[in-house]
């Protein structure tokens, strides 16, 4: 595979406003060379979301603390062969996303690679400007790769949104269950079909 390795300034676009036929899409091994050959670095704002470089949003206090919140509770729970991470690349066939939170399978050293869909109990996105976007493409990359488990912790509406069954690499891949959670609920966390704990979502939201 070969590929342009000068110093080029990535156009970074909004999935949803652009015309497909109008984009160039890549592949995650050309996305990891871009990486390799120094066009892209680590630490830019940026995620591949369906072939597309997507610029990640900036956080705000309140979703840093709703994140900092909902981790050091998950890593209390996390049972042994399990860890927590955040804002880490996952790889699935067309995406590498940079989940707020993803419950994985094994030791983190233990990775020489991004993990995958495989390897992950959950995912988590916390969402305030980005709700839209979480609750579509990043839900279609996440049940399209059969992520048995996605929350987004709504920061507008104040709410955990849970999404499981995935359908799978379909026509149009989602979830087929959605339940949210308020502020009284308290959250099933739950790790290949075995309730671990139950997380206060008052906990949770700031």
């Known amino acids: 595979m070969s590929i342009i390795t000068a110093a080029v300034s990535p156009v970074f676009v909004s999935p949803s ?6 984009l160039w899409r890549l592949s995650v091994e050309q996305y990891h060379a871009m990486m ?48 927590v991470d955040a804002q880490e690349p996952i790889t ?15 030791d983190p050293d233990a990775y020489s690679n991004h993990p ?11 969402s305030d400007a980005t ?26 509406d104040g709410q955990i949104e849970v999404y499981t069954d995935p359908t799978g690499p ?3 891949p989602s979830y087929r269950q959605r339940r949210d959670y308020g502020p009284a609920d308290e959250v099933p966390f739950i790790i290949e079909g075995r309730e671990i704990g139950r997380i206060a979502v008052r906990e949770v939201l700031p």
């Open 17 to 22: 406003s652009a015309p497909a036929d109008d």
């Open 36 to 83: 390799e050959a120094g066009i892209l670095l680590s630490g830019d704002p940026v995620e591949l979301l369906e072939g597309l470089l997507v610029e990640k949003m900036s956080k705000n206090s309140t979703h840093r603390k709703a994140n900092r919140r909902l981790r050091l509770i998950l890593e209390r729970l996390a049972p042994a062969g399990w860890f």
């Open 92 to 106: 699935t066939a067309d995406s590498e996303p940079e989940p707020d939170l993803a419950v994985i399978r094994g």
């Open 116 to 126: 995958g869909p495989q390897d992950l109990a959950l995912v988590v996105e916390g």
């Open 131 to 156: 709700l839209q976007r979480d609750r579509t493409i990043k839900q279609r990359i996440y049940a399209r790769a059969g992520v048995s488990v996605y929350w987004i912790i709504n920061l507008i």
């Open 170 to 172: 379909d026509e149009k």
